[in-house]
């Protein structure tokens, strides 16, 4: 997803615009590019492709000065090109505009600018906003990019440079991230928290509708009529160090390898070694009778766990939804239910839609997120912050499983309320999560027996998954990890549903994987791969508890623990097996094609 990072001090701006936007390459783009004032005009380099391509061009064609804006662009309106990367210039190239986000009037607001003589080169709906804030210029560049915004619909983060005003940048955001990183020899502004941690830990976390003045030693704050506001400075807790690969070959295998930690880190404070349970004064009344666990991705699959996990323990009914659907839908939302939404980034624009949505509809919104501040933090009324650290990589791996630890949270915290089952079967479970890290450790003995199956499904087309219960949901996150990065098509089925018609694309030499943890059912899943073994099938049980295992080709084993706990310690092999394809095909596991980190447009 597009990065922003703007900076005006003491020092070249050249150098630190990049850095900062290598930070956030994690993120995703397509094509970067960077506008510094001279001294006499606003230089812009920018090209389709990395960062490298860009360092390679002001090799050529260098560029200095002391107040700079940058940008990674992820294409959505126009494909990745020179002329579509930002910044953008006015017609006159003296303000360039750097903007996440999506315009959603564009067309309007060009044809408006063009009855007015204003003329376009690139197919982006961000050359509208330089235009405009041109349109509304009268010598104060904050009160023309403040006209210009009241123009704007949509989403928008966006840094403002002008050759009239060399000694300042503007910004502000709406429905798109943007922070102010403090120094004592200049000010940054980002679009996250990681381009600027090289620099200063002391941040103003912008909120929408909130315009900033940067100059090279003062920043000041104000509305859109110009009304100040006061903010307090804010100290980031997790380094530099933390966003960097500490040996790791990529940040999918550290953070992979994190997990044990992570999950430590959710459970601190929340569950004790004597079984005493507080999630963070979250409270749910009575009243609530039906909850809405609303995500997408690899968050919805944890919603999806979730639910299995409050329905069992506190009997809660949950529906899990997907944010763009359930914010199109027509949701029965009243005073009976209640939005818990799950974001790892607390970004994604469709799942901070739902928050939004919910709350307008006066119900009470739950937020599961990772990240300290973020948008979904700070407008749920309620927050469990999973402290799982950074997550770099695309594919989510420590953010998933302690998304799973906060809904086992959430659920025994909902079943000591509820009282609808023992006491004494909450505490197994207490006691069970205690070890998971250990657990979780314990399949990392597994290695060698992950990667030889890598190599053997390395060169599919195709690999399935399937499951039954919560089996079918570790299957569906299974294949969602092995597609995204290693480009191999995959599918997951409820086992059941194989009849019904997957079956039919079972054929001589056909990997598939089947993941049983539930003794209860294992009966059940044994008959469905004898079904696809009879057709031809190449199996693969990732099992706890199979018994008649001799009939797989390939069997890994995992831990023992209680059917409800299982989908977490179940679900690491299956994301190292994703990461060893990857690397066996010599992929970018860290920037899988097409897609980004955190999607913040819909
Ligand atoms: O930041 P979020 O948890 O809201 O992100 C949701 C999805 O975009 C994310 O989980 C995505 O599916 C991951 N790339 C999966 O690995």
Redesign the pocket.
């Known amino acids: 997803m597009c990065g922003i990072v703007g900076y005006i001090g003491a020092r070249d701006s050249v150098e630190l615009l990049l850095k900062g936007l290598e930070s956030l390459e994690y993120r995703g783009y397509d094509s970067a590019g960077i506008a510094v004032f001279d001294g006499s005009d606003i230089a812009v380099r920018k090209e389709k492709g990395r960062l490298a391509v860009l360092r390679e061009i002001l090799k050529d064609s260098p560029v200095s000065g002391n107040i700079g804006i940058g940008h990674t662009r992820w294409a959505t309106h126009g494909v990745p090109s020179a002329k579509n990367s930002h910044p953008h210039l006015n017609n006159k190239n003296d303000i360039a505009v750097v903007h996440n986000g999506i315009i959603e009037n564009h067309e309007a607001l060009k044809k408006f600018l063009q009855e007015k003589g204003y003329t376009f080169i690139s197919e982006t709906d961000t050359e509208v906003i330089p235009n405009l804030i041109d349109y509304y210029y009268e010598g104060d560049l904050l009160k023309a990019v403040q006209k210009a915004t009241k123009k704007l619909d949509g989403s928008y983060a966006i840094g403002v440079v002008a050759k009239a005003e060399p000694d300042k940048i503007v910004a502000v955001r709406k429905d798109s991230p943007l922070i102010v990183g403090l120094t004592d020899d200049g000010n940054f502004i980002a679009s996250d928290i990681p381009a600027i941690l090289a620099e200063t830990r002391d941040v103003y976390l912008l909120n929408d509708g909130e315009f900033v003045t940067l100059k090279k030693d003062s920043v000041t704050l104000c509305d859109v009529d110009g009304n100040p506001i006061n903010k307090e400075v804010y100290k980031v807790q997790f380094s530099a160090q933390a966003s960097q690969k500490e040996g790791y070959d990529h940040f999918m295998l550290k953070e992979i390898h994190e997990q044990p930690q992570a999950i430590r880190n959710t459970l601190r404070g929340r569950l004790d070694k004597d079984l005493n349970l507080s999630l963070d004064n979250i409270k749910f009344s009575d009243d609530i009778k039906k909850l809405y666990i609303v995500?997408?991705?690899?968050?919805y699959h944890a919603g999806l766990v979730g639910k299995k996990a409050i329905e069992t323990l506190a009997g809660l009914p949950c529906e899990v939804c997907l944010a763009s659907e359930f914010r199109y839908g027509e949701p029965l939302i009243d005073d009976t239910t209640a939005v818990l939404v799950?974001?790892?980034?607390?970004?994604?624009a469709d799942?901070l839609a739902v928050l939004r949505m919910a709350k307008k509809l006066g119900n009470k919104v739950y937020a599961i997120t990772n990240v300290v501040g973020s948008s979904v933090a700070r407008e749920a009324d309620y927050v469990f912050y999973t402290y799982a650290g950074p997550e770099i990589a695309?594919?989510?791996t420590k953010?998933y499983t302690t998304q799973l630890v906060a809904f086992y949270l959430f659920a025994l915290s909902l079943a000591e309320q509820k009282k609808k089952v023992s006491q004494t079967q909450i505490d197994d479970i207490k006691n069970q999560l205690l070890k998971m890290d250990e657990v979780a450790s314990s399949v990392f003995d597994k290695t060698e027996q992950i990667k030889a199956l890598a190599e053997k499904i390395a060169g599919e087309h195709d690999v399935y998954f399937l499951g039954r219960g919560l089996d079918y949901i570790v299957a569906m996150e299974a294949s969602?990890?092995l597609k995204?990065i290693s480009y191999i098509h995959s599918d997951a089925y409820a086992s059941g549903e194989l009849k019904h018609g997957p079956i039919a694309l079972i054929e001589d030499g056909t990997v598939v994987i089947s993941i049983c943890t539930n003794p209860d059912i294992s009966n059940k899943l044994s008959s469905n791969v004898k079904e696809v073994l009879a057709r031809g099938a190449k199996t693969i049980g990732f099992t706890s508890c199979l018994s008649d295992t001799a009939a797989y080709g390939d069997v890994l084993e995992l831990p023992q623990i209680d059917p409800l706990l299982a989908p977490l310690p179940a679900i690491i092999p299956l994301q190292m097996l994703a990461y060893y394809v990857c690397t066996a095909k010599g992929f970018d596991v860290d920037k899988p094609r097409n897609?980004a980190?955190?999607?913040t447009v819909e």
Request: with cysteine; charged share 15%.
């Open positions: 995500a997408c991705g690899t968050a799950v974001s790892q980034s607390g970004e994604t799942t695309v594919a989510s953010a969602l990890k995204e897609l980190k955190s999607v």
